[in-house]
């Protein structure tokens, strides 16, 4: 049937993706295995779509279909829960780092500040000798 291709297809596409990521440095071992076996999953369902229904009733789900269902809702949540952390993360790396610029750069106005001062200071005093 074409959706076992096409879910073949995908699974394999998705594969060398994750491994070509791995070899980039842009995924880590443990994630590119994570991946590696849910897309070997995928590839697997779709070529022997009844073996859904051995699972679901040894979880005691009815149909095949609903335990795939159940676990792609479960996954997505745990995903969506995930990258709300990483981004709560990010969030406070930026909000540190923004209030570190801002005082290095108000340290550097008050340095350049203070140079100006005290060159300004000079330059008032060599105006002033010169002038008697």
């Given at each position: 049937?074409?959706?076992?291709?096409?879910?073949?297809?995908?699974?394999?596409?998705?594969?060398?993706?994750?491994?070509?990521?791995?070899?980039?440095?842009?995924?880590?071992?443990?994630?590119?295995?994570?991946?590696?076996?849910?897309?070997?999953?995928?590839?697997?369902?779709?070529?022997?779509?009844?073996?859904?229904?051995?699972?679901?009733?040894?979880?005691?789900?009815?149909?095949?279909?609903?335990?795939?269902?159940?676990?792609?809702?479960?996954?997505?949540?745990?995903l969506i829960f995930?990258?709300?952390?990483?981004?709560?993360?990010?969030?406070?790396?930026?909000?540190?780092?923004?209030?570190?610029?801002?005082?290095?750069?108000?340290e550097l106005k008050?340095?350049?500040?203070?140079?100006?001062?005290?060159?300004?200071?000079?330059?008032?005093?060599?105006?002033?000798?010169?002038?008697?």
């Amino acid at each position: 049937m074409i959706y076992q291709d096409i879910g073949v297809l995908i699974g394999i596409v998705a594969i060398i993706i994750a491994v070509l990521r791995l070899k980039n440095g842009k995924m880590s071992l443990g994630l590119a295995s994570l991946w590696i076996l849910i897309w070997l999953v995928v590839i697997w369902v779709s070529i022997f779509p009844d073996s859904t229904n051995i699972f679901a009733s040894l979880t005691g789900i009815g149909r095949g279909l609903d335990l795939v269902l159940i676990l792609g809702l479960i996954g997505g949540y745990y995903l969506i829960f995930k990258m709300y952390g990483m981004i709560e993360n990010m969030d406070k790396e930026i909000t540190l780092l923004v209030r570190e610029i801002a005082l290095q750069r108000g340290e550097l106005k008050e340095k350049a500040d203070n140079e100006y001062t005290v060159n300004s200071k000079s330059i008032d005093e060599k105006n002033k000798t010169k002038s008697k």
